[in-house]
T-cell receptor, first 113, second 111 residues
Framework: KAGVTQTPRYLIKTRGQQVTLSCSPI?????VSWYQQTPGQGLQFLFEYFSETQRNKGNFPGRFSGRQFSNSRSEMNVSTLELGDSALYLC????????????FGPGTRLTVL | DQQVKQNSPSLSVQEGRISILNCDYTNSMFDYFLWYKKYPAEGPTFLIS???IKDKNEDGRFTVFLNKSAKHLSLHIVPSQPGDSAVYSC??????????WGAGTKLIIKP
C-alpha cells in the first residue's frame, strides 16, 4: 500500500506570496490532517478534513485554508505569506480521525524569504 | 500554554541500556496518549498508545507508563538499539478531540 505523499517537498517563497501544498492520503483513508512544525515546537494542528468537510480547526489565522477533494486528496493554501510561516508542513491520513493511528507524509519544507 | 511538555530536548543512551523518555501534561481531561517517532526527512510514525483506563502498555521493546495523579507519561525502550535514534514525540487528546503534541525529545543511542 502506497504511503502518504506530499508535494512539493521543498518550496521557497517571498513575503506576500501565496502557496498551495498538496497531500495524497493512503488509499481508503478519509481523514486528512495538516500540521505545522517549527524548530523546538511540537506539531501544531492546522485542520482536519473528513469526506470533503473540515471537521476540526486549530488556532491559525484565516490566511491558512484547506480543502479536500472527493478522492480524499487534500490541499492546503497559505495566502499573504509571512516570514514566520517558514516551517515543515506535515500531512497525515487515517481511517477515521486524528486520534486514530495517523500515517504521516514526509512533509513540505516551506521557506519564506 | 503548553499542555503537553517534553522537558528534555535530547537524551543520550548507551546501546543495550534502557532509554526513558518523559512527557508531562496539564489537562486532566486527556484520556488518550500516543508516542510517535520521527527520523530525519521522514514524517512521524506511530509507536505505541495508552488510554487513561490503563497504567501500562507494552509492545515488544517499548513500554508506555501512565501516572494519572502525576500527569506524567513515560516511554521505556529496552534494550536500546542504534536504530532507535530518532525524535520521539508524545501526544494527548481528550475524548477524541484533536491531539496536542509535545515538542519532542531527540534520542541518541551510542554504540
Amino acid at each position: 500500500k502506497a504511503g502518504v505523499t506530499q508535494t512539493p517537498r521543498y518550496l521557497i517563497k517571498t513575503r506576500g506570496q501565496q502557496v498551495t501544498l498538496s497531500c495524497s492520503p493512503i488509499s481508503g483513508h478519509r481523514s486528512v490532517s495538516w500540521y505545522q512544525q517549527t524548530p523546538g515546537q511540537g506539531l501544531q494542528f492546522l485542520f482536519e478534513y473528513f469526506s470533503e468537510t473540515q471537521r476540526n480547526k486549530g488556532n491559525f489565522p484565516g490566511r491558512f485554508s484547506g480543502r479536500q477533494f472527493s478522492n480524499s486528496r487534500s490541499e492546503m493554501n497559505v495566502s499573504t505569506l509571512e516570514l514566520g510561516d517558514s516551517a515543515l508542513y506535515l500531512c497525515a491520513s487515517s481511517l477515521v480521525g486524528t486520534t486514530d493511528t495517523q500515517y504521516f507524509g514526509p512533509g513540505t519544507r516551506l521557506t519564506v524569504l | 500554554d503548553q499542555q503537553v511538555k517534553q522537558n528534555s530536548p535530547s537524551l543520550s543512551v548507551q546501546e543495550g541500556r534502557i532509554s526513558i523518555l518523559n512527557c508531562d501534561y496539564t489537562n486532566s481531561m486527556f484520556d488518550y496518549f500516543l508516542w510517535y517517532k520521527k527520523y530525519p526527512a521522514e514524517g512521524p510514525t506511530f509507536l505505541i498508545s495508552i488510554s487513561s483506563i490503563k497504567d501500562k502498555n507494552e509492545d515488544g521493546r517499548f513500554t508506555v507508563f501512565l501516572n494519572k495523579s502525576a500527569k506524567h507519561l513515560s516511554l521505556h525502550i529496552v534494550p536500546s538499539q542504534p536504530g532507535d535514534s530518532a525524535v520521539y514525540s508524545c501526544a494527548a487528546s481528550a475524548s477524541n478531540y484533536q491531539l496536542i503534541w509535545g515538542a519532542g525529545t531527540k534520542l541518541i543511542i551510542k554504540p
